[in-house]
């Protein structure tokens, strides 16, 4: 599986906008690219998911970059509920099983 | 509508004990996956069912771990003889089917090793 890079920690303060980045260089053709989060003492859940095109949902946006190599997760208002460990991951086609989890990136929100 | 479930959502045991962990999946989700949570450490992949097959149980750390699942629904993951590297949070997910883009998590199980 395709290798993910996060920051490891970001900070924003209530009600801005986060964005969140991951490079993913050997990115294939295949690869789609899957967020999840994982808020404290709870398992993680999907927040959105996509292959070439930007995507939106009721949760938050997903940038693409062109050329595939690196993507943004936008948080377009941030709110305390958002701290978390967020987890960018490729996953190859739609015909695979597990989850590669990295270390993620851990979002601090301040009020 | 209820969610994946886990069971218990704490345990202690004693070193070289046997502990059963519990799963149950959102129903009509033929797809279930288990996975663990060290302390510090990142999720890592344990073994997944589709049905009541394994077709993956690559992740699982030694011989003393096992799992099973029947009737396609409820799972559990068995881990003999625990040590104490052993402590972690379990975590169990599930989906539509395997290939389906969202799996859902439970809650987890907290094992802690004395």
């Known amino acids: 599986d395709a290798k993910t890079t996060q920051p490891n920690s970001m900070e924003s303060n209530e009600e801005e906008p986060v964005h969140l980045p991951c490079n993913h260089s050997?990115?294939?053709?295949?690869?789609?690219i899957h967020w999840y989060r994982q808020l404290p003492s709870q398992g993680p859940e999907y927040v959105i998911h996509?292959?070439?095109s930007n995507v939106n949902n009721r949760m938050a946006s997903l940038a693409i970059a062109e050329d595939r190599k690196s993507s943004t997760l936008i948080l377009h208002r941030a709110t305390l509920r958002d701290a978390a460990v967020y987890y960018c991951?490729?996953?190859?086609?739609?015909?695979?099983?597990?989850?590669?989890f990295g270390t993620g990136t851990r979002l601090q929100v301040f009020p | 509508g209820a969610g994946v479930s886990q069971s218990p959502s704490n345990k202690v045991t004693e070193k070289g004990k046997d502990v059963e962990l519990r799963c149950d999946p959102i129903?009509?989700?033929?797809?279930l996956y288990w996975y663990r949570q060290s302390l510090g450490q990142g999720l890592e992949f344990l073994i997944y069912f589709q049905g009541n097959s394994a077709p993956d149980k690559s992740g699982l750390p030694s011989d003393r771990f096992s799992a099973e699942r029947t009737g396609g629904s409820v799972s559990t993951l068995t881990i003999q003889r625990t040590q104490q590297e052993d402590s972690a949070v379990y975590l169990c997910?599930?989906?539509?089917?395997?290939?389906?883009?969202?799996?859902?998590f439970g809650p987890g199980t907290r094992l802690l090793v004395l």
């Open positions: 129903s009509g989700h033929t797809a």
């Open positions: 996509g292959l070439t």
């Open positions: 997910a599930s989906s539509l089917g395997v290939g389906k883009e969202t799996q859902y």
């Open positions: 991951i490729l996953r190859r086609g739609l015909n695979t099983d597990k989850l590669i």
């Open positions: 050997t990115i294939s053709g295949t690869d789609y």
